[in-house]
Each structure stands twice: as C-alpha cells, then as structure tokens.
C-alpha cells in the first residue's frame, strides 16, 4: 500500500511560479515510476509528466513542455514539480501518480496509486 499527499498548489497570477511537491508513505521499498495528472472543470483528466524510478527518464505533454519540470528525491520519496511561466489554461486540481514498475527507467504511468490532489489556480 502506498499513500500519495500532494502539496504546493495555490493562487497565482498568470507568468508566475508553483512548485508541486508530492509525498510518499507506507510500503515504498519497491520500485515506482511517477507523474503528474490534472484535470480542469468541464475537462478530461490529461498527463502532465511523469519520470522513471532512476530519474534519468522524463516525459512530458506538449502544452507544458519547456516550462515544467518534474523530478524526484528517491531518499525522500518525494516526486516534484516546478511550473514556470503558468498560464489561465494551467488552472487544475492537480493529481500525483504512482506505479510499481520492473524496470528503472519506465516512465510509462497508468495510475495504480492516485493521491487526493491538489488545485492549482492561475488568475489575474
């Protein structure tokens, strides 16, 4: 069993900055690739990023590619994820997302482990 708590969302004004911050608890000594999903009102939910268990791999959808970044501290059991320059269409609840994989350097996620979410909000 693994537990996910999101952390980091807030109001912010379109250009500026949020750092999602995602903790993991429980059974986490296997090996899990990780990512973001969101989803806005009236929206289906849609991949944001996710990253391998080596962090050596990342992926990225195209609307938030070169302004986000994730990565993740395995010692923690913390996945991250920096957004830059965020825009009105950013404006979701954002969900941490976890799968066990066999293989380090899967970023593949399908959402085995889904945490509560968090909402981010981009507004002047």
């Known amino acids: 069993q693994v537990q996910l708590v999101e952390s980091g969302g807030g109001l912010v004004h379109p250009g500026g900055s949020l750092r999602l911050s995602c903790a993991a608890s429980?059974?986490?000594?296997?090996?899990?690739?990780m990512g973001w999903f969101r989803q806005a009102p009236g929206k289906e939910r849609e991949f944001v990023a996710s990253?391998?268990?080596?962090?050596?791999?990342?992926n990225y959808a195209d609307s938030v590619k070169g302004r986000f970044t994730i990565s993740r501290d395995n010692a923690k059991n913390t996945v991250y994820l920096q957004m830059n320059n965020l825009e009105p269409e950013d404006t979701a609840e954002y969900y941490c997302?976890?799968?066990?994989?066999?293989?380090?350097?899967?970023?593949?996620?399908?959402?085995?482990?889904w945490g509560q979410g968090t909402q981010v909000t981009v507004s002047s």
């Open positions: 429980g059974r986490t000594f296997s090996n899990y690739a």
């Open positions: 990253i391998s268990w080596s962090a050596r791999s990342t």
């Open positions: 997302v976890a799968d066990y994989v066999l293989s380090p350097e899967i970023t593949k996620i399908r959402g085995n482990y």
